[in-house]
């Protein structure tokens, strides 16, 4: 099965608005995680990333959090903009395993409401 | 600098023909990732090289498919015999070690 999901499948925010975007994985080994964006016809765009000797971390607008007890990931977007209406995915990586393969979780679509 | 470049953006075939799947990675990026995607879904791994060799094909399905980064020249992924479940999205991905990946904006694959 899927080592990495989400909690919902679709989100919709008013513009101005924070967003909470969730993932879960189940590999307690898991130690890079990654936040993807990708919008219609185009290829996942890097976010944000965070190791596992973190549990928060910001970039410009976003923060992703990281609970590494009840292997839960999360990302924060502040002052949604319609811009930001995309595909959110959460990707998860053992690194020192030999391969730098991501599993991806199945997304979640944020849609914006101007 | 540019991105990750992968051609041809679509692609149709029909059943049993070949298809190939071309990716040039970042300048300076000397790691290359597969990833394929079903519509609604997320992406899942199929392969990662370095030039010259493969390192890990275990999402690589075991028959028509294959892979190879050259000394020089682009990423092929190749499709031997294709048929209609290989209708997707690939996309191709490069790091300069081990993260993160960047992608391209992939190869829809359509079969007939």
């Known amino acids: 099965g899927e080592s990495v999901g989400l909690h919902l499948p679709t989100l919709s925010v008013q513009e101005g608005d924070n967003s909470i975007i969730n993932c879960a994985y189940s590999?307690?080994?898991?130690?890079?995680f990654i936040w993807y964006k990708q919008e219609s016809g185009k290829g996942p765009q890097f976010i944000i990333d965070?190791?596992?000797?973190?549990d928060k971390r910001q970039g410009q607008r976003v923060t992703v959090l990281l609970n590494k007890t009840v292997k839960h990931l999360s990302l924060q977007i502040a002052a949604t903009q319609p811009g930001d209406s995309a595909v959110y995915f959460c990707?998860?990586?053992?690194?020192?395993?030999?391969?730098?393969?991501?599993?991806f979780g199945k997304g979640t679509k944020l849609s914006v409401i101007p | 600098n540019a991105g990750v470049m992968q051609n041809p953006r679509h692609l149709v075939r029909r059943r049993g023909q070949e298809a190939r799947l071309r990716c040039s990675p970042m300048?300076?990026?000397?790691?290359v990732y597969w990833y394929r995607q079903l519509p609604e879904e997320g992406l899942k791994f199929m392969v990662y090289l370095q030039k010259e060799n493969i390192i890990d094909e275990s999402g690589m399905p075991k028959e028509r498919f294959s892979a190879e980064f050259p000394k020089e020249g682009p990423s092929i992924l190749r499709i031997q015999q294709v048929v209609r479940g290989d209708s997707a999205a690939y996309f191709c991905a490069s790091s300069p070690s081990d993260q993160p990946q960047h992608f391209g904006d992939g190869t829809r694959l359509s079969i007939l």
């Open positions: 990707a998860e990586m053992v690194s020192g395993a030999g391969s730098y393969q991501l599993t």
């Open positions: 300048k300076g990026h000397s790691h």
């Open positions: 590999n307690s080994a898991s130690d890079y």
């Open positions: 965070i190791r596992s000797n973190m």
